[in-house]
């Protein structure tokens, strides 16, 4: 259990609003926040989870009217007392409130501190607190979902077993090792092998679930390039449901880049609208151009768009020799106009997805985002039950725990003694326990939760 002191903090944004929450953890909050607090009954008497109706006084002053909430330990999220007071939500009376509880004895929570109680005391373990982190942050309504996922124990679980069943096949060799009259290895290495494959491969599924998961976490860095006039703006209007960007018949209006977030089938897009690639003399135009070539590399996906009423020229033939290597799609775009350019020409020029598109009839609109999603979760985004890993520290863990695994594969191979195995699969242990922090470093654990907002 974690011995603390008694910490506080603004657990809401720190904007004039109907309510503002303080939250009081630690063995004084009860005692704390009765010094201070004026009701029907005093605090220390009243059950738990239950909330109580009141005024906060500086000394004989009235400083605002409250609801309290009492919970207390273990049962809240840190397992310790803690209140939550539910004030009127100016900023002022927020920081007087919080001024009175450190003068009492409370201290202002740390960045996470809250979270990283909960973690030191048993309430949740630290892939769950990281998830915690995710889902404060999230941006898409799947982001939400998977972290939602991963603080309801799913990956815990997974690790957990795992983890379960290297110790076994651990303590079976040191067993056998140590007592070889009760427990015989003959036969066992090709055993183990079939075991580490069984193991890799739910490794190998995790693993593989975090390209896609760090797009459902950071959103599609979604680049719109095409020659002047081709139509970019207007996508990005298109996209966005609002006149994001000037869109006219003069080419060159965009000179820089723009950028939107929006939400498509519930990921999130990060969409940048680009000047129009063209040779110009015009200096400023020659910058947005420069800015929207170097910003090729950094996009996960780029939107080609093409002026389907007018041949192709070099400046097309420029951009696509640019983009070949990445993820494309090709719109074909003013469809409502009549065709100079087929859909079939240019895949068969490119070999790349190509989607007729209109800004004006929305047509191809519904086509242009089903395709987005499938190129980059093949239709596993929208099952409930596919678990994404989101965070780099737990992917880099993970594929840690995978080499130790095939170390043991290469020393089975190798015919090497059984407590070689042992090495390997401890490490493999410990890699995987560094994802729920039974393993975890202190300096790692204050780094992780210092990301954490003060509330939390």
Request: hydrophobic share 35%; with cysteine; proline share 2%.
């Amino acid at each position: 259990m974690y011995q603390s002191d008694t910490i506080c903090a603004i657990a809401t944004s720190m904007n004039s609003s109907g309510i503002g929450i303080i939250r009081v953890s630690g063995e004084e909050s009860i005692s704390i926040v009765d010094s201070i607090f004026r009701g029907k009954n005093k605090l220390a008497e009243c059950e738990t989870h239950t909330i109580q109706y009141g005024h906060i006084y500086d000394e004989e002053e009235l400083v605002d009217e409250v609801l309290i909430m009492i919970m207390k330990g273990p049962r809240s999220y840190t397992t310790e007392d803690t209140i939550e007071i539910d004030c009127h939500g100016g900023i002022l009376i927020l920081k007087k409130v919080l001024s009175l509880l450190i003068k009492k004895g409370a201290r202002i929570a740390e960045p996470g501190e809250f979270t990283k109680r909960a973690f030191l005391n048993g309430r949740i373990d630290l892939s769950e607190a990281e998830s915690i982190m995710d889902l404060i942050s999230s941006n898409s309504e799947l982001a939400m979902k998977n972290s939602i996922k991963q603080l309801s124990g799913s990956l815990n679980k997974i690790i957990v077993d795992l983890r379960d069943k290297i110790l076994y096949e651990t303590a079976y060799i040191e067993s056998a090792l140590d007592d070889p009259e009760h427990y015989d290895l003959t036969g066992y290495p090709e055993e183990l092998s079939t075991k580490v494959n069984n193991m890799l491969d739910s490794i190998n599924d995790l693993i593989d679930s975090f390209n896609s998961g760090h797009i459902l976490k950071e959103g599609i860095n979604t680049l719109i390039l095409g020659k002047p006039n081709a139509g970019k703006s207007s996508l990005l209007n298109t996209l966005s449901r609002r006149e994001r960007a000037i869109v006219t018949d003069i080419p060159g209006t965009t000179r820089d880049t723009l950028e939107e977030q929006i939400t498509i089938n519930g990921v999130a897009l990060n969409i940048i609208d680009t000047a129009g690639i063209r040779e110009t003399d015009d200096v400023v135009e020659k910058i947005g151009v420069d800015k929207a070539i170097d910003s090729i590399d950094d996009a996960d996906l780029i939107l080609f768009v093409i002026d389907s009423s007018r041949p192709l020229d070099e400046n097309d033939e420029f951009i696509i020799n640019k983009i070949i290597d990445k993820k494309v799609i090709i719109l074909l775009n003013k469809s409502d106009l009549v065709s100079k350019i087929s859909e079939e020409e240019i895949y068969n020029k490119y070999n790349k997805p190509v989607i007729s598109f209109s800004s004006v009839s929305l047509d191809g609109l519904k086509t242009l985002e089903s395709k987005i999603t499938d190129m980059f979760f093949t239709g596993q985004v929208k099952s409930d039950d596919t678990l994404y890993i989101t965070n780099s520290r737990q992917a880099g863990c993970l594929s840690n725990a995978k080499n130790s695994l095939t170390n043991v594969l290469t020393s089975i191979e190798n015919m090497m003694p059984e407590d070689f195995f042992s090495i390997d699969l401890m490490d493999a242990y410990n890699y995987l326990g560094e994802i729920t922090g039974e393993t975890i470093e202190d300096d790692l654990a204050n780094k992780i939760f210092s990301e954490f907002c003060m509330g939390k």
